[in-house]
């Protein structure tokens, strides 16, 4: 597991089903490694770290391990720069056969939204 992808799954709480799929509250600190040079002096998450969320909700949801890697990630926007310390909620939910939808919200406020397609996931 890559330094980014551990980071993100010690910062992954609160697991629990959402209708066909699941939803895990994430805090990334200060020190999160994927702040350093994005960007200075006002750290954002990167994109890349907030698809690793969604496939980090899949694969504790389904027990999937390692952490399965997208084949694509279609759809993707990202509407809200997030910081260190927000309180985000990441949901996943299928969409249709190896395809998952993933919302990342800031509060009640969507963030990000985009579909990863799996080869090998369920």
Do not use: Y
Request: charged share 20%.
């Amino acid at each position: 597991m890559d330094r980014i992808t551990a980071e993100l799954a010690a910062a992954m709480t609160g697991l629990e089903r959402d209708g066909d799929g699941w939803r895990a509250a994430f805090r990334l600190p200060p020190a999160f490694v994927g702040f350093a040079g994005h960007f200075p002096g006002r750290p954002i998450t990167p994109a890349v770290a907030q698809i690793q969320m969604g496939c980090l909700v899949l694969a504790a949801g389904t027990g999937l391990s390692p952490c399965p890697q997208p084949g694509r990630v279609d759809a993707a926007k990202f509407t809200r720069p997030l910081g260190p310390e927000e309180a985000l909620t990441v949901r996943v939910l299928p969409a249709g056969t190896k395809r998952w939808k993933a919302f990342v919200l800031a509060g009640n406020e969507r963030a990000a939204e985009f579909t990863l397609s799996f080869e090998d996931a369920p």
